[in-house]
């Protein structure tokens, strides 16, 4: 159960690899906006909440940290990025034109990190509470007895 993803017969993919898939289509699809109309829009929104749900659903059970944790980290580290590849302010441009050239779009960003960061905990908790390892129940009794004395070994070993 721990090796899963989200679907039961579907092995997860190790979290770095999950960052790694996310990271590169939001940048994927921001790079799209800022070429097509300059800033983040519709584009880099679908493609970063997609993204973080697919990483989500698809990594390891064990390892859902990382996924859970991503969203605002993405966007941090991704938009700031992919702005100054994309061109940045220009050699010429104060300081305050550089912030604002990086910030506006990460600022105007943060509803979509926010409700993608509510929809990716909302998922990884419910994986938490419904992939849950199940143990093995022992019935009082008879049952307790035999597997208790299974396990006992005596103080001192047997000679032969």
């Given amino acids: 159960m721990r090796e899963r993803s989200m679907l039961p017969t579907v092995l997860g993919i190790p979290p770095l690899a999950a960052v790694a898939l996310a990271f590169v289509l939001t940048a994927v699809g921001l790079f799209a ?3 097509r109309i300059g800033t983040a829009g519709a584009v880099f929104q679908t493609l970063y909440f997609t993204s973080c ?3 989500i659903a ?3 059970r064990r390892s859902l940290f990382a996924p859970m944790v991503q969203p605002p980290l993405l966007l941090a580290v991704t938009v700031p990025a992919v ?4 061109g940045g302010p220009g050699p010429d441009a104060g300081v305050l034109d550089g912030l604002l050239t990086v910030g506006a779009p990460l600022v105007n960003s943060f509803p979509t990190m926010a409700v993608t960061t509510a929809a990716v905990l909302v998922v990884g908790a419910a994986r938490l509470v419904v992939q849950r390892p199940r143990r093995k129940a022992v019935r009082p009794g008879r049952d307790s007895d035999v ?3 299974a396990t006992r070994r005596p103080a001192t070993p047997r000679r032969s």
Avoid: C, E, N, S
């Avoid at 702005?83 to 994309?86: E, M, S, T």
């Fill in 33 to 35: 906006d800022l070429q």
């Fill in 53 to 55: 749900l697919l990483t």
């Fill in 58 to 60: 698809w990594v390891r």
């Fill in 83 to 86: 702005v100054l590849i994309d």
């Fill in 147 to 149: 597997a208790r004395g």
